[in-house]
């Protein structure tokens, strides 16, 4: 049996009146894959926090081999072996990867000087051992996804992680980049490394843990191996019912074009070409979704589409009206919805309540019954109606956005552009973040008001997404559609991800 090297023993913590972690208790085998997994807010992350040394508990113990231990920052933890790899990467995009690495860990010559060459030595040992490939010279900037991961997971083990924390670590990879990350996982373990991986996705947790811990409403209930359940016993562990995973799907009329894109080219911030000559349609009823790895310029092509953006060149349709250089808000008015990926920095305002975060974009389309006045009542009741439609977890309307979970702040966005009588609604990672029992509502909703007649462009990192949801799907890679494909029984996910790396089948 494996021995246990790191311990949390009733850990408690609290938040004002909000209890984030009570009584948790978790034993991690060295050499293992530990999976944590429950529902937005259900503690996971606290707990992880806790772990690495950015909370401090309220209450309870952690053990490294055997022995107590507490830690005061980040830096504690480090110097126990424990690192963490997290959803967003801690990387300056315009340093080197070497340079990266060296941050806050520098290896010095003598009279103070920075040692570059035998940092590199080192961590080129350390990259060969665990089996990464990554180049040390090369800007942050210019690598894809896939490698800034294994750089992330190369920092924690040149700082001596023996413990390292995954944060989502499948959320913007391809199934074959998905694939690399387990065998490097695989590897890592085998070493003697031991990995805690924390996930919403229960088909991973079950391909690659040796244990699964679930936590609901910063409670443990159940501490199991894969051979002992599957994903649905774990969905119900999560979220306490049944989730099925399958959408309810019906037939529908496809009708013609409402949006159409033609020629359109469109610079990212950094002034490169980012959207290269795009064009596409969007029928009446349609869902049509857009795959492709991060960075691939899909992002720019949604900007471009809704007006954050200014095109380079080429034309936007909409209804047979030139809305290319129209701002956002006259493309609100025109009865076109807009969920961006960016939730916390473009979809709503932190520092605002429920209410206010709730009627932009409302007040624009749709007016107040005197059209220069805030309609308090209704926007109550408007927020009211998302709130409870959508499940957003808030003890009150008047709260600050800002105060409630990733998850529940997503809820809020998707609500308040679900909730209002839109013809086209683009929609970036509606599920980003998001618990699998609210994965499956966000679903249905999408396609019901497809059915409706309302037209969905869809774009998603989630694979699965894009493929459960598309009537039709188009790949991004590098700029350009690598490829128009209709979403047919026998389309498969690694299909997909090789045009998303620019292979052909």
Same mark, same amino acid.
């Given at each position: 049996?494996?021995?246990?090297?790191?311990?949390?023993?009733?850990?408690?913590?609290?938040?004002?009146?909000?209890?984030?972690?009570?009584?948790?208790?978790?034993?991690?085998?060295?050499?293992?894959?530990?999976?944590?997994?429950?529902?937005?807010?259900?503690?996971?992350?606290?707990?992880?926090?806790?772990?690495?040394?950015?909370?401090?508990?309220?209450?309870?113990?952690?053990?490294?081999?055997?022995?107590?231990?507490?830690?005061?920052?980040?830096?504690?933890?480090?110097?126990?072996?424990?690192?963490?790899?997290?959803?967003?990467?801690?990387?300056?995009?315009?340093?080197?990867?070497?340079?990266?690495?060296?941050?806050?860990?520098?290896?010095?010559?003598?009279?103070?000087?920075?040692?570059?060459?035998?940092?590199?030595?080192?961590? +080129?040992?350390?990259?060969?051992?665990?089996?990464?490939?990554?180049?040390?010279?090369?800007?942050?900037?210019?690598?894809?996804?896939?490698?800034? *991961?294994?750089?992330?997971?190369?920092?924690?083990?040149?700082?001596?992680?023996?413990?390292?924390?995954?944060?989502?670590?499948?959320?913007?990879?391809?199934? *074959?980049?998905?694939?690399?990350?387990?065998?490097?996982?695989?590897?890592?373990?085998?070493?003697?490394?031991?990995?805690?991986?924390?996930?919403?996705?229960?088909?991973?947790?079950?391909?690659?843990?040796?244990?699964?811990?679930?936590?609901?409403?910063?409670?443990?209930?159940?501490?199991?191996?894969?051979?002992?359940?599957?994903?649905?016993?774990?969905?119900?562990?999560?979220?306490?019912?049944?989730?099925?995973?399958?959408?309810?799907?019906?037939?529908?009329?496809?009708?013609?074009?409402?949006?159409?894109?033609?020629?359109?080219?469109?610079?990212?911030?950094?002034?490169?070409?980012?959207?290269?000559?795009?064009?596409?349609?969007?029928?009446?009823?349609?869902?049509?979704?857009?795959?492709?790895?991060?960075?691939?310029?899909?992002?720019?092509?949604?900007?471009?589409?809704?007006?954050?953006?200014?095109?380079?060149?080429?034309?936007?349709?909409?209804?047979?009206?030139?809305?290319?250089?129209?701002?956002?808000?006259?493309?609100?008015?025109?009865?076109?919805?807009?969920?961006? +990926?960016?939730?916390?920095?473009?979809?709503?305002?932190?520092?605002?309540?429920?209410?206010?975060?709730?009627?932009?974009?409302?007040?624009?389309?749709?007016?107040?019954?005197?059209?220069?006045?805030?309609?308090?009542?209704?926007?109550?009741?408007?927020?009211?109606?998302?709130?409870?439609?959508?499940?957003?977890?808030?003890?009150?309307?008047?709260?600050?956005?800002?105060?409630?979970?990733?998850?529940?702040? +997503?809820?809020?966005?998707?609500?308040?552009?679900?909730?209002?009588?839109?013809?086209?609604?683009?929609?970036?990672?509606?599920?980003?973040?998001?618990?699998?029992?609210?994965?499956?509502?966000?679903?249905?909703?999408?396609?019901?008001?497809?059915?409706?007649?309302?037209?969905?462009?869809?774009?998603?990192?989630?694979?699965?997404?894009?493929?459960?949801?598309?009537?039709?799907?188009?790949?991004?890679?590098?700029?350009?559609?690598?490829?128009?494909?209709?979403?047919?029984?026998?389309?498969?996910?690694?299909?997909?991800?090789?045009?998303?790396?620019?292979?052909?089948?």
């Amino acid at each position: 049996m494996e021995d246990i090297i790191l311990e949390a023993r009733h850990i408690c913590k609290y938040f004002g009146a909000l209890t984030a972690n009570d009584d948790v208790s978790l034993s991690v085998r060295q050499g293992t894959v530990h999976s944590i997994i429950g529902e937005n807010g259900a503690g996971k992350s606290t707990l992880m926090n806790i772990i690495s040394g950015i909370y401090k508990p309220n209450g309870g113990e952690i053990l490294v081999k055997g022995k107590h231990v507490v830690f005061r920052n980040p830096n504690d933890a480090t110097k126990c072996g424990i690192g963490m790899v997290h959803q967003e990467f801690m990387l300056f995009q315009e340093l080197t990867v070497l340079e990266n690495l060296m941050m806050g860990f520098e290896t010095k010559k003598l009279g103070g000087f920075l040692n570059k060459k035998q940092a590199a030595k080192d961590i +080129q040992e350390i990259a060969e051992k665990y089996g990464f490939s990554i180049p040390l010279d090369k800007k942050v900037s210019e690598l894809p996804v896939s490698l800034l *991961q294994q750089v992330e997971i190369v920092k924690v083990l040149y700082k001596g992680a023996e413990i390292i924390i995954l944060d989502e670590p499948t959320s913007v990879l391809t199934p *074959q980049g998905i694939e690399g990350l387990f065998q490097a996982i695989r590897y890592l373990t085998k070493q003697g490394k031991t990995v805690i991986l924390i996930t919403h996705k229960l088909k991973e947790v079950m391909e690659i843990s040796d244990y699964i811990t679930v936590l609901k409403n910063g409670v443990v209930t159940g501490n199991l191996t894969p051979d002992e359940t599957d994903e649905h016993k774990l969905a119900n562990l999560m979220v306490g019912r049944q989730v099925l995973f399958n959408t309810q799907k019906h037939e529908k009329k496809i009708a013609e074009p409402i949006l159409e894109i033609d020629n359109l080219t469109a610079f990212g911030s950094d002034g490169t070409e980012k959207v290269k000559h795009v064009s596409f349609s969007v029928r009446k009823g349609e869902i049509l979704g857009i795959a492709g790895v991060a960075g691939s310029g899909q992002g720019e092509l949604i900007e471009a589409i809704f007006g954050l953006r200014n095109p380079e060149s080429g034309t936007i349709t909409y209804k047979g009206e030139n809305i290319t250089t129209t701002s956002p808000r006259r493309k609100r008015e025109k009865k076109i919805g807009y969920v961006p +990926q960016d939730r916390i920095s473009t979809g709503c305002n932190v520092h605002a309540n429920l209410i206010e975060n709730c009627i932009m974009g409302y007040h624009v389309a749709h007016k107040f019954k005197t059209p220069w006045l805030l309609g308090k009542e209704e926007a109550s009741l408007f927020t009211r109606s998302v709130v409870e439609n959508y499940q957003v977890k808030v003890q009150d309307i008047h709260n600050k956005i800002g105060d409630l979970s990733g998850g529940n702040i +997503q809820k809020t966005i998707v609500g308040r552009e679900f909730s209002q009588n839109n013809d086209l609604l683009i929609i970036e990672d509606p599920t980003r973040g998001i618990d699998v029992g609210a994965i499956e509502f966000i679903w249905q909703k999408i396609i019901d008001i497809a059915q409706e007649g309302v037209s969905v462009l869809l774009v998603s990192h989630e694979l699965g997404e894009v493929m459960e949801l598309s009537d039709r799907i188009l790949v991004m890679y590098n700029g350009e559609i690598a490829a128009n494909l209709e979403n047919t029984p026998e389309l498969d996910e690694k299909t997909i991800g090789l045009y998303m790396l620019g292979g052909k089948t």
